[in-house]
């Protein structure tokens, strides 16, 4: 399941091509697989829609072998997400918990998976510090001491790595250190193991704890640095892809050098997923009115 600029829908993709599930416009999607359950964020006056992925697929079915009988219901809207900014499911490790964390106006809220009711609910909310809090990021961290996840919002450079602003589910409090400096322009923060984040911004990459202290290994390098500014990376066994609007740049983490590279100034790349495949996104440069093609690239890094 994908989404483009360029349908502005949830689409299935299939041998044949690719089938319109949702014609609602999606800026945000996360799917499921366990369950087959589908979570987006649709509609010009934006909510978190629930989708059973199943049913959606039945309808397509039924309305191209045009057999007339009442829709299955296949989604649901979460009413408390009205006016939603920003969402970032996680799938807890330690707990095997799926779990949404979401940004409203004035809220976030943390919803969960129940398997007993078939549906998401919300089981955390903590009021936003502002009205229309709009932070420059939303990506979770995970504690194995701690059921919930806590999600960083914005990340600062400090003596020894990084400041990272923080808002706990668990605890339900808010640490927003009131920096005097702008947070970096972070396009990239993911953790790749328990207590390893990737950071990624301007040209760098950067690997530190969940404290933000910049790691220290003998074998791998703590810092990455790119030839151009990156808007997007994905961690390799091996190294690190760099995303830019051109093409993309393979790093090692060994030895930090360039293993991988494609740059094409006639095209324009957008990185559209990395969860379990990474799809790239290719268009004529300039040009938003033609087609985009979809790629996924199957290559790793060498160790």
Request: glycine residues 4%; hydrophobic residues 40%; charged residues 20%.
């Amino acid at each position: 399941v994908v989404s483009t600029q360029s349908t502005e829908a949830v689409v299935s993709t299939q041998s044949t091509g690719m089938v319109i599930l949702s014609a609602k416009r999606v800026t945000w999607l996360s799917v499921y697989d366990k369950h087959n359950w589908l979570l987006t964020i649709s509609a010009d006056h934006p909510y978190l829609y629930s989708h059973n992925l199943l049913l959606l697929h039945e309808n397509v079915k039924d309305e191209e072998r045009q057999v007339s009988r009442k829709k299955l219901m296949a989604s649901q809207r979460l009413n408390e997400t009205r006016g939603v900014k920003k969402a970032c499911a996680v799938l807890v490790p330690y707990t095997k918990e799926y779990l949404c964390c979401v940004l409203t106006p004035t809220s976030f809220l943390l919803y969960m998976w129940r398997a007993d009711r078939v549906k998401f609910e919300c089981v955390k909310s903590i009021p936003t510090p502002i009205q229309d809090y709009c932070p420059p990021l939303f990506e979770s961290i995970i504690r194995p001491d701690e059921p919930y996840p806590s999600i960083c919002v914005s990340v600062y450079l400090g003596d020894a790595g990084l400041i990272m602003e923080t808002v706990n589910f668990n605890s339900g409090s808010l640490f927003l250190g009131g920096q005097t400096s702008p947070p970096l322009p972070v396009t990239t923060l993911r953790q790749i193991e328990s207590d390893t984040l990737l950071v990624g911004f301007d040209n760098r990459a950067m690997f530190v704890n969940r404290n933000g202290i910049q790691k220290s290994a003998s074998k791998a390098k703590s810092v990455l640095t790119f030839s151009i500014p990156i808007s997007s990376m994905v961690f390799l066994e091996g190294g690190v892809l760099g995303f830019h609007r051109a093409g993309m740049e393979g790093r090692n983490l060994t030895t930090g050098m360039i293993e991988a590279e494609v740059k094409d100034e006639s095209k324009q790349f957008r990185l559209l997923s990395s969860a379990r495949m990474i799809i790239l996104e290719s268009r004529i440069a300039n040009d938003t009115t033609n087609n985009s093609n979809l790629y996924v690239l199957t290559s790793r890094l060498s160790e």
